[in-house]
C-alpha cells in the first residue's frame, strides 16, 4: 500500500500540526467562523464528546452516532485500502472508515473542522487519518484510492460562497462572502461532472464510490416540502430556470444546490466514467440512515417501518409515516423515496 504521508508531502509542500495545507482558502460549516474558535478552545481542555454536548448538543448525535455509518457496509471492506473522504467535514465517516482498517484521506475546506477531527483521532488512537486542507474542486489524486465517499457534498459544489449554513438557510447570507461573481461560474451540472471525473481519476481500478444525495423527486417535496439546501419549496424538481427565478426573487442569489433523480444521476456518473453502478433507496434520510434497500421491485419490497426521529407531530406521523407505507409498500414507488444511496465502480 502507498505510504500516504510521503505521497501527501509529495503534493503539498505544507504541513502544520498534522494538517496538510494547500494554500486555498474556503469556509462551509454548521458554525460560524468565531463559533468554531470558542468550541476549539473548549477541546484543549475537554474530550470531544464532552466539548460537543456542552458547547453544541445538538450536533452530538450527527457527529457520534453510530448510524450514520449505515451506508459504509454497502462498501467491499474484505481488503484494506485507500480511502478518500471528499468534504470530511468533522469526520464521521472518516472515523468509521478509519475503524474498518483503512487508510483515510480527510478532505475539507474548512480547517476549523478537521482541527476537530484531529483531536478525536487523537483521542480514539486512530493514526490512519491524514488531514488535507484543500478545496475538493481542485486536488489532483491520481489512481491512488480503493474508496471514495461523496456523502452530501455533490450538490454543494457549484456553490462556491463561504457558507456558514444556518445563515444560508435564513436568507442572512449577505454575512457570508462571496468567493466568486456567480455569472462567471460555470452550470452547475457542468461543475459536478468535473468534480466526479476528479473523483473517478482518483480511484484505482474498480474503486469504489459511496455517494449519498436527496432524491429531488422525494415525495416530501412534491408535498411541499423546503429544499434542504435552500429553504424553499418546489425548487428540487421545478425545471431549473424556474428554481432559478424564485432562488433569485426570495434569496437574492441563482439556484446551484442542484439534486437529481436516480435517472439522472445514473447518467451524470457514466459521463463521469463509472461502471457498475448500485443504486439504494434511503430512509428517512441518508444523513441517519434507518433503512436501506436495493432501488429495484424485490427491493423495495423488503420495506418495513422504521424509526424516524424527526416525526413528532400527528401530522408529520400521518404524511411521513402512513402515507409513506402506503407509496412505497403496495404502489412500489421506490423513484419517490427520501434519498439516494450509490455504490460505483470504476
Same mark, same amino acid.
Given at each position: 500500500?502507498?505510504?500516504?504521508?510521503?505521497?501527501?508531502?509529495?503534493?503539498?509542500?505544507?504541513?502544520?500540526?498534522?494538517?496538510?495545507?494547500?494554500?486555498?482558502?474556503?469556509?462551509?460549516?454548521?458554525?460560524?467562523?468565531?463559533?468554531?474558535?470558542?468550541?476549539?478552545?473548549?477541546?484543549?481542555?475537554?474530550?470531544?464528546?464532552?466539548?460537543?454536548?456542552?458547547?453544541?448538543?445538538?450536533?452530538?448525535?450527527?457527529?457520534?452516532?453510530?448510524?450514520?455509518?449505515?451506508?459504509?457496509?454497502?462498501?467491499?471492506?474484505?481488503?484494506?485500502?485507500?480511502?478518500?473522504?471528499?468534504?470530511?467535514?468533522?469526520?464521521?465517516?472518516?472515523?468509521?472508515?478509519?475503524?474498518?482498517?483503512?487508510?483515510?484521506?480527510?478532505?475539507?475546506?474548512?480547517?476549523?473542522?478537521?482541527?476537530?477531527?484531529?483531536?478525536?483521532?487523537?483521542?480514539?488512537?486512530?493514526?490512519?487519518?491524514?488531514?488535507?486542507?484543500?478545496?475538493?474542486?481542485?486536488?489532483?489524486?491520481?489512481?491512488?484510492?480503493? !474508496?471514495?465517499?461523496?456523502?452530501?457534498?455533490?450538490?454543494?459544489?457549484?456553490?462556491?460562497?463561504?457558507?456558514?449554513?444556518?445563515? !444560508?438557510?435564513?436568507?442572512?447570507?449577505?454575512?457570508?462572502?462571496?468567493?466568486?461573481?456567480?455569472?462567471?461560474?460555470?452550470?452547475?451540472?457542468?461543475?459536478?461532472?468535473?468534480?466526479?471525473?476528479?473523483?473517478?481519476?482518483?480511484?484505482?481500478?474498480?474503486?469504489?464510490?459511496?455517494?449519498?444525495?436527496?432524491?429531488?423527486?422525494?415525495?416530501?417535496?412534491?408535498?411541499g416540502k423546503p429544499d434542504p439546501h435552500?429553504?424553499?419549496?418546489?425548487?428540487?424538481?421545478?425545471?431549473?430556470?424556474?428554481?432559478?427565478?424564485?432562488?433569485?426573487?426570495?434569496?437574492?442569489?441563482?439556484?446551484?444546490?442542484?439534486?437529481?433523480?436516480?435517472?439522472?444521476?445514473?447518467?451524470?456518473?457514466?459521463?463521469?466514467?463509472?461502471?457498475?453502478?448500485?443504486?439504494?433507496?434511503?430512509f428517512p434520510m441518508y444523513h441517519f440512515?434507518?433503512?436501506?434497500?436495493?432501488?429495484?421491485?424485490?427491493?423495495?419490497?423488503?420495506?418495513?417501518? !422504521?424509526?424516524?426521529?424527526?416525526?413528532?407531530?400527528?401530522?408529520?406521523?400521518?404524511?411521513?409515516?402512513?402515507?409513506?407505507?402506503?407509496?412505497?409498500?403496495?404502489?412500489?414507488?421506490?423513484?419517490?423515496?427520501?434519498?439516494?444511496?450509490?455504490?460505483?465502480?470504476?
Amino acid at each position: 500500500m502507498t505510504d500516504l504521508r510521503t505521497y501527501l508531502k509529495s503534493i503539498y509542500d505544507n504541513c502544520v500540526e498534522d494538517i496538510f495545507l494547500s494554500g486555498r482558502s474556503g469556509y462551509w460549516s454548521n458554525l460560524s467562523q468565531v463559533h468554531n474558535k470558542e468550541f476549539l478552545e473548549i477541546l484543549k481542555n475537554k474530550d470531544c464528546k464532552s466539548a460537543v454536548k456542552s458547547f453544541m448538543p445538538k450536533f452530538e448525535e450527527m457527529i457520534f452516532s453510530s448510524k450514520r455509518e449505515a451506508a459504509l457496509e454497502l462498501l467491499d471492506h474484505n481488503k484494506k485500502g485507500i480511502c478518500i473522504d471528499y468534504g470530511a467535514m468533522w469526520g464521521v465517516l472518516s472515523v468509521g472508515m478509519a475503524k474498518r482498517g483503512h487508510e483515510v484521506i480527510a478532505v475539507d475546506k474548512t480547517h476549523d473542522s478537521l482541527n476537530f477531527l484531529k483531536f478525536r483521532s487523537k483521542e480514539e488512537g486512530l493514526d490512519n487519518i491524514h488531514l488535507v486542507q484543500d478545496d475538493i474542486r481542485e486536488i489532483e489524486f491520481k489512481n491512488i484510492a480503493d !474508496y471514495a465517499i461523496v456523502n452530501g457534498v455533490l450538490e454543494w459544489i457549484p456553490e462556491k460562497s463561504e457558507i456558514i449554513v444556518d445563515e !444560508y438557510l435564513s436568507n442572512s447570507n449577505s454575512k457570508s462572502k462571496k468567493s466568486t461573481d456567480e455569472n462567471k461560474l460555470k452550470k452547475p451540472r457542468e461543475m459536478q461532472l468535473a468534480f466526479l471525473k476528479k473523483v473517478h481519476e482518483s480511484l484505482n481500478k474498480e474503486g469504489q464510490l459511496l455517494l449519498a444525495i436527496e432524491n429531488k423527486l422525494f415525495y416530501g417535496y412534491l408535498m411541499g416540502k423546503p429544499d434542504p439546501h435552500v429553504n424553499l419549496r418546489f425548487t428540487t424538481f421545478l425545471p431549473r430556470f424556474i428554481s432559478n427565478i424564485i432562488c433569485r426573487f426570495f434569496k437574492k442569489k441563482d439556484y446551484r444546490t442542484h439534486i437529481y433523480s436516480f435517472n439522472e444521476l445514473k447518467i451524470l456518473l457514466k459521463e463521469a466514467g463509472f461502471t457498475q453502478i448500485d443504486d439504494y433507496c434511503c430512509f428517512p434520510m441518508y444523513h441517519f440512515p434507518s433503512l436501506v434497500v436495493p432501488n429495484s421491485r424485490e427491493g423495495i419490497s423488503k420495506y418495513e417501518i !422504521y424509526e424516524n426521529k424527526d416525526i413528532i407531530t400527528w401530522k408529520q406521523n400521518f404524511i411521513f409515516k402512513y402515507f409513506e407505507i402506503f407509496l412505497m409498500k403496495y404502489l412500489k414507488a421506490r423513484n419517490f423515496c427520501p434519498a439516494i444511496i450509490i455504490v460505483a465502480k470504476k
